[in-house]
């Protein structure tokens, strides 16, 4: 019976497998097939190119579309190399991975295997492709200001520039500043005409006014056909989210086969998903390889400690004034955001996108924020920001001026109004 039972539970164990990567591949953007996963564990090339697109699209944290595939193979393998690198990516095999884009499916598949492990991935990238009802402003940057973003042109340029190509390009930044300004202010003009205009249409009394999207849908009924395909999608990819939730467990344990067919490595990954339910043993096992790993961290970081010390003890009093500078600019930029959070009050600074309602009332139908409370944050991170400018001016201006005093007879001219 014992015997039976366990051949039992490894035919449902192989059954469940194909149906959770079917499930995690349809909430991905773009999600390769299963047997594009089968092929990957055994390092199969032709599985890399997908697998390569499906990076791309998850770390430049695109929505679904044909932006990404204007970028040449070898410039996303670069880019991924690079994102991996950068979030702490620790195996090397995908570094030595060629830029063509036609080999090592099976570093991809474990790179892939562990940004899903390390944090909510797929929650994010649900959360970036939902259909938007109603009229929603960003309140705080966090995420975009620490998303390392698509890769930048740049040009390279041979001998000195030219002082005035580089005040034409800062005329050029500023007319489009103003530009965009003048365009998000004629946005806002248009959003509040709107709320204004149906105030009393909407269905639901907390709200009040319709949104863009929903006048949009009585200006043009058949855009409503779009917009049921598109809420159609979305509720296809949450139900494959759910899924996901309810199989992933067999998809780890199939991972652990993956990551034994590698090459061993110095440090090989350790996937820790976020299982509902461990047993004593295993959470033990855990707590000695987390034990471990943080021994070797430890140890690692105090050899790289002392190796900077000695590197950096011959340098001489300049090094010792250059310390002594950075620790002040520390302390005054602590000093700022300690001011700016007492200006706010100690209160939390608001996160996430929160939709724009128009009320007389100081009554709320929900958790939301009023807008005087988004701009007080606002002015008081302005604040910090013209602190640390005025900062960085004056230490321009102290630079400029030592730079000048080293060349005899030149006279330095501040710019008028400065």
């Not at 040449?72 to 702490?88: D, F, I, M, N, Y």
């Not at 608001?350 to 009023?370: D, F, I, N």
């Amino acid at each position: 019976m014992g015997r039976r039972r366990r051949r039992v539970d490894l035919a449902d164990a192989a059954g469940a497998l194909p149906e959770a990567i079917a499930a995690l591949s349809r909430t991905l953007p773009f999600g390769p097939s299963p047997e594009t996963f089968r092929r990957a564990k055994f390092d199969r090339p032709e599985a890399a190119p997908a697998l390569w697109r499906l990076l791309f699209r998850v770390l430049s944290q695109q929505q679904a579309d044909d932006t990404s595939f204007s970028f040449a193979p070898e410039a996303q393998a670069r880019w991924v190399k690079s994102a991996l690198r950068s979030q702490g990516y620790p195996r090397q095999g995908l570094a030595q991975l060629p830029e063509d884009g036609s080999q090592g499916s099976r570093e991809l598949l474990l790179a892939l295997s562990w940004l899903l492990a390390r944090g909510p991935l797929l929650e994010r990238l649900l959360a970036q492709t939902r259909v938007q009802l109603g009229d929603e402003m960003p309140v705080c940057e966090c995420e975009a200001l620490a998303s390392p973003g698509l890769p930048a042109s740049h040009v390279e340029v041979d001998g000195c520039v030219d002082v005035r190509y580089l005040q034409w390009l800062m005329g050029k930044l500023r007319f489009r500043w103003r530009k965009l300004m003048s365009s998000q202010q004629e946005h806002c003009a248009l959003l509040g005409k709107i709320h204004s205009y149906t105030r009393g249409c909407h269905s639901d009394c907390s709200l009040g006014h319709l949104s863009v999207t929903e006048t949009e849908l009585l200006r043009d009924p058949e855009g409503g056909r779009q917009l049921l395909e598109r809420l159609e999608s979305e509720n296809v990819r949450l139900e494959a989210a759910l899924e996901w939730r309810r199989r992933e467990r067999v998809f780890w344990q199939w991972m652990d086969t993956v990551l034994g067919a590698c090459p061993p490595e110095a440090s090989q990954p350790t996937f820790l998903p976020r299982a509902p339910e461990r047993r004593a043993d295993e959470l033990e096992l855990v707590a000695r390889e987390l034990k471990t790993l943080q021994e070797d961290l430890r140890a690692a970081v105090e050899a790289r400690r002392a190796a900077w010390a000695a590197k950096v003890g011959g340098l001489g009093p300049e090094w010792s004034a250059t310390q002594r500078a950075s620790q002040e600019a520390v302390g005054r930029e602590l000093a700022a955001l300690r001011q700016a959070w007492e200006r706010g009050g100690g209160q939390a600074q608001p996160h996430g996108p929160h939709r724009l309602v128009r009320s007389k009332a100081r009554v709320l139908g929900g958790p939301g924020l009023w807008a005087t409370e988004v701009i007080g944050a606002l002015r008081s991170q302005e604040a910090c920001l013209e602190m640390t400018l005025h900062r960085l001016q004056g230490q321009c201006r102290q630079e400029l001026a030592r730079l000048v005093g080293a060349l005899p007879g030149l006279i330095w001219i501040p710019p008028s109004g400065h």
